[in-house]
């Protein structure tokens, strides 16, 4: 699947499942495993009217409604093809960072919206109701109770996001412009080739791999993603349901854009975050012999990804400590263990 100089070959890929607002309840459809395209779910949004009339509508529209004179964090880089947010050659993250007021960063977006490159601009995921006032009002309702929700704004020029993942849910609708959203499954991870798990562009993995000009000497089994790979076209008004930890790479295409997130788990926050396990794993496991790393994984299986009832069942329910069922109580219990020992 070759792609032009400009353009990644997501074209040819398969369409995502999509449905219009309304057609199905979206607490359930953002309660499933499967990505989903929802067409006009954003509609009725004051700001997506206001990018339909025009990109300098929109950037009133937001600065009206900005909380105090809070400094915002845009990040910005020289211009390069498609806005790609990427490292150096020295793997060092190709962009940097400023605080701000969001009227100067506007404006710094608005002098260079006509360049045919652009320099990379945008301000970073960024909590609505910390930063705005009645911003959100209208925003799509029917998400029902969610743990940890965080609703966050993008608003930037052209970028382009290498294919990474999150680990919370992620329900994003396309406010101004339009965003291409092509997403792999978990399982696609090893063909990806992910980089720097510390050090990242997107502040978790990206992919490696540049889909406009694959190296195959270097990323051989990138087709093998790309044979997994689902896309979408997204217009103002729309919105997309990405479960956690799938993979996707988000393209803003217009000279000025605006995304929404609403993010969260399922889980309180009591339970603790899967990614600190995943360091803590790497700390204490992965440079053990390989003998004793096979052991560690049959102790995983065991207690962590097997059978909670096989691991558990043959003890009395008032014995069963931390392998009981999880609540709030034994979440904060075991936080409590956590830092305790890596304190000493």
């Known amino acids: 699947m070759p792609g032009s100089a400009n353009q990644p070959p ?18 359930e459809i953002v309660a499933g495993e499967t990505p989903l395209v929802i ?28 909380r105090g004179d ?49 320099p990379l601009l945008y301000l970073t995921s960024t909590d609505i109701d910390g930063f ?21 704004i993008w608003i930037g020029l052209r970028s382009e996001v290498p294919a990474h993942n999150d680990v919370p849910r992620n329900l994003a609708g396309v406010a101004v412009g339009r965003r291409r959203f092509t997403l792999f499954p978990p399982e696609a991870m090893t063909h990806l080739y992910p980089g720097p798990i510390d050090n990242s562009p997107a502040g978790r993995p ?34 997309i349901y990405i479960p956690s930890l799938w993979w996707h790479q988000v393209e803003a295409l217009d000279p000025f854009n605006v995304l929404v997130n609403f993010w969260w788990r399922d ?10 396990a995943l360091y803590h794993a790497i700390w204490t496991i992965r440079s053990l012999p390989e003998e004793q790393r096979k052991r560690w994984r049959d102790q995983f299986d065991h207690y962590v990804f097997g059978d909670p009832g096989r691991a558990a069942g043959h003890l009395p329910d008032e014995a069963r400590g931390i392998l009981g069922p999880m609540d709030t109580n034994l979440g904060q219990r075991l936080r409590t263990y956590l830092i305790r020992v890596l304190n000493r």
């Open 70 to 118: 809070r400094p915002f964090v845009l990040t910005s880089g020289a211009p390069r093809p498609r806005g790609r947010i990427f490292y150096d050659d020295a793997m060092h993250v190709d962009a940097e960072t400023e605080r701000l007021p969001l009227s100067d960063a506007i404006a710094r977006m608005r002098d260079h919206e006509g360049d045919d490159t652009p």
């Open 10 to 27: 997501f074209d040819d890929l398969p369409p995502l499942d999509e449905v219009a607002a309304g057609e199905r309840p979206l607490d």
């Open 267 to 276: 889980v309180p926050l009591s339970w603790g975050d899967p990614q600190d």
């Open 206 to 239: 990206v992919s490696m791999v540049d889909f406009t000009a694959i190296d195959s000497d270097r990323f051989p089994e990138a087709d093998k993603a790309l044979a997994q790979g689902r896309t979408a076209l997204l217009e103002p008004g729309d919105a």
């Open 132 to 152: 705005f006032e009645g911003l959100a009002e209208t925003l799509p309702s029917g998400l029902g109770e969610r743990h940890q929700m965080l609703r966050s």
């Open 39 to 66: 067409r006009g779910l954003f509609d009725e949004w004051p700001l997506v009217a206001a990018g339909r009339a025009s990109s300098e509508a929109a950037r009133t529209f937001v600065l009206d409604h900005a």
